[in-house]
C-alpha cells in the first residue's frame, strides 16, 4: 500500500528543500558504508548522492513507478545503483532470510506512514547488528511542502516507535530550515 500523503511535487521543485549532501555526512553515510537502502527513495535525492559516498552499493526502495522511472534515467550507467519497485513490507516478507544485510537504511520522508513501528521493524530487518537508520522529517511548524500537520512526526514519537523496534537513539541533528534528523542503532 503506497502510503498516505506520500507523493511529490516534480523533482526540481522537491530537491530545492535540502541539501542532501550534508545531511548524508551528519547523518554519518561515509565510505566506511558497504551498502545501504534508501526505503521509498524516490527520484533518488538521497540515493544518487549516497552511491558516490559508500564503499559497495546502494538500494532504492519505492513503491511508486513514476518516480522510480525518474530515478532510473538519472543514474543511467551507475552501476553502484539498483533500484527495486514494490512495497516495502511485501519486499521484506517475500525475501525471508534472501536478503543481502546492509549497514544503512534511510528513512527519508517517510514516517508520516500509517503504521511507523512496522516501518522500523521491516527496516530493522534489513540491517546488520551494528548497523544504521537515518532519518529525516519536516518539522512541526508552517513549511512549503510536507504531509498536514496532524500526521508529522515529532522527534519524541520516532524515538518511540524506534525503540519499539529495537532501535536505539544515536544522535538528533536540525536541518534548518525545514527538516530534523535522527540516527538510530541496531544494537541486537
Ligand atoms: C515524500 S516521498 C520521499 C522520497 C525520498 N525519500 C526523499 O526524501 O526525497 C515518499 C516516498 O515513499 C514512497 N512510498 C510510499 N509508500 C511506500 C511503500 N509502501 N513502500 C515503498 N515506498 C513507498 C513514495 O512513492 C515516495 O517516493
Not at 20 to 40: C, F, H, Q, R
Not at 139 to 165: C, F, H, M, V
Amino acid at each position: 500500500m503506497k502510503y498516505r500523503e506520500s507523493g511529490m511535487p516534480e523533482e526540481a521543485l522537491w530537491e530545492n528543500f535540502f541539501n542532501p549532501i550534508e545531511i548524508l555526512k551528519k547523518l554519518e553515510v561515509t565510505e566506511k558504508v558497504n551498502t545501504l537502502i534508501d526505503v521509498g527513495c524516490g527520484y533518488g535525492t538521497f540515493l544518487i548522492p549516497a552511491s558516490h559516498i559508500v564503499k559497495e552499493n546502494v538500494i532504492g526502495i519505492d513503491i511508486d513507478e513514476h518516480y522510480l522511472r525518474v530515478c532510473q534515467e538519472r543514474v543511467a550507467t551507475n552501476d553502484k545503483v539498483r533500484l527495486i519497485t514494490g512495497d516495502i513490507t511485501d519486499i521484506v516478507k517475500s525475501a525471508e532470510g534472501d536478503i543481502k544485510l546492509a549497514d544503512y537504511i534511510t528513512l527519508f520522508n517517510i514516517l508520516h506512514c500509517e503504521d511507523p513501528v512496522q516501518l522500523f521493524i521491516d527496516a530493522a530487518k534489513l540491517i546488520k547488528v551494528g548497523g544504521k537508520v537515518g532519518v529525516i522529517h519536516w518539522i512541526n511548524d508552517d513549511t512549503p511542502r510536507g504531509p498536514s500537520l496532524e500526521i508529522r512526526p515529532s522527534p519524541n514519537q520516532i524515538i518511540k516507535w524506534a525503540k519499539d523496534a529495537h532501535l536505539s537513539l544515536e544522535k538528533q541533528v536540525a536541518f534548518p530550515p525545514y527538516h530534523f534528523g535522527m540516527l538510530f542503532n541496531k544494537i541486537n
